[in-house]
């Protein structure tokens, strides 16, 4: 059976034909991993080789104006970071293949990173109830982070603060929330030198295998001279939002004693102000971005307070911004 036909039930025809076109010589199976939710759907395909256990290449495929866009912004992050360092962050990032246009549909092909994405592991019952697990997720976490730090990138100087960034601009929230960010941007200050930033890691786009880091995907939201505290921030919230996701209202979250579920922002809050190993464990990794980024260390709760209006004023969903901004308004 050709590859065209195989592919015909789980690809569109015209898609199906292009990864035909770039593994004419064998059989291909493929996967979709990913399919966003929001009004600009995009789907991740993994293309393998018959008998092969690791993928070939992935597609990322828009279909949507806006959507293109995003993909497009991707491509031109992974081309520049490959400019800039050939080994493409130690082999965590993507490599770009192809960016075309199949009719209404645009198709970025990449390399592909082996490994599973962390948030799979962290589903799992009891991870995140465990000191010593979660221990090992934030290290490779700061181990990626510490790989992107080491790349060159185009400008030696030092960059705007990316909550200076926020607070210039401001789309659209109230006055309270704009004084705050103000003050937050003046306090935590700016970073010492321009990194690459990721923009959006968090554990779902963090893969892993064997106790390390393998890849960093999903790179649209990249700069490539910006400022490097806000992987750190994003990390660290990203990873407490969901830690009582599994537990019975009211009932203690396993591995948590001072953490009840409750509250949708019960684990944001419990994080910045909470006793404990965890939040103990979120301080010191922010921390260590500070000094990575030669700021005080001592400036970590002002960096999450940061962490978490940039996703009140950004976020797509309506709720997840609001959720954010209620956790800042707590803490603040």
Known sequence: MSTTARLSRSVPTDLAALIADLV???????????????????ATVMVFVDGQREPLMALKVASSPTAAASVAREAAALRTIAELDPTCVAGLAPRVQRLLTLGTTTVLVTSARPGAPLSTAYHRLGHTGSARSV????????AALTR???????????PSSWLRQLATAPPGEDTADADLLRQLSDVVGQPSRAGVVHGDFWCGNLLHRGGRATGLVDWEHATVAGDPLRDWVRFALAYSLYLDRHTRPGHRVRGHHDLRCGPEDAGLRYAVDG???????????????????????????????????????????????????????ALA
Do not use: N
Not at 25 to 40: K, Q
Not at 135 to 142: E, G, I, Q
Not at 150 to 158: D, E, G, K, Q
């Open 24 to 42: 004419p010589s064998s059989g291909t199976r493929t996967a979709v991993i990913a399919m966003s939710r929001d009004d600009h759907p995009k």
């Open 135 to 142: 221990r090992a997720d934030f290290a490779l976490a700061a």
């Open 148 to 158: 992107l730090a080491a790349v060159p990138t185009a400008s030696s100087l030092a």
């Open 275 to 329: 006793p404990g190993w965890y939040p103990d464990l979120v301080r010191g990794f922010v921390r260590r971005g500070l000094g990575l980024t030669g700021r005080d260390p001592q400036l970590w709760r002002q960096a999450l307070l940061g962490g978490l209006a940039e996703v009140a004023l950004t976020a797509d969903h309506a709720d997840f911004a609001a959720l954010h901004r209620h956790a800042l308004r």
